[in-house]
């Protein structure tokens, strides 16, 4: 997939909170701002991501990879984007970045969700209705 072809994004002002004592954002909150922005790109497909008793399945993150291209600094606001790369029957795969506000790539990554049962904890499909509402954001998934 194509960095301008992800169907989502969030803007994200980068907290002092969030920065390290080198003065920019400390590595694993890039992932933390990939997530949060997922999970809103979730909430817009209609999964409740922010609330896991509303949800039908959980969602396990199983591998996550990051390159970091170049430094974000405290109140820099970045554009987090994200989108599927990948459905299985019960994993998925999303891409993700972070670009500043001239569009210069900050970081990428990919990241692979399971799907899994609430009761069992064992791997489940997709729900249905996730599946469809991303490939009708995203109908280069279709089967």
Known sequence: MKPSELPFYEVIRVRFSD???QGHLYFA???VYADEALCQF?????YSAMNP?????????VNIQCDYLQECQANEHIRC???????GSSSADVVFEL??????????????QVFVD??????????TDLRAAIIANQP???D
């Open 29 to 31: 909150n890039y992932l």
């Open 53 to 61: 008793q509303l949800a039908p399945c959980l969602i396990y993150m």
């Open 140 to 142: 280069e998934l279709a």
């Open 42 to 46: 979730m909430e817009k497909l209609g």
């Open 99 to 112: 670009k500043n506000d001239d569009g210069e790539m900050l970081a990428k990554g990919q990241m692979t």
């Open 81 to 87: 984007h994200v989108g599927y790369q990948r459905l």
């Open 19 to 21: 920065v390290d004592s």
């Open 118 to 127: 609430k009761k069992t904890r064992k791997a489940a499909g997709i729900p």
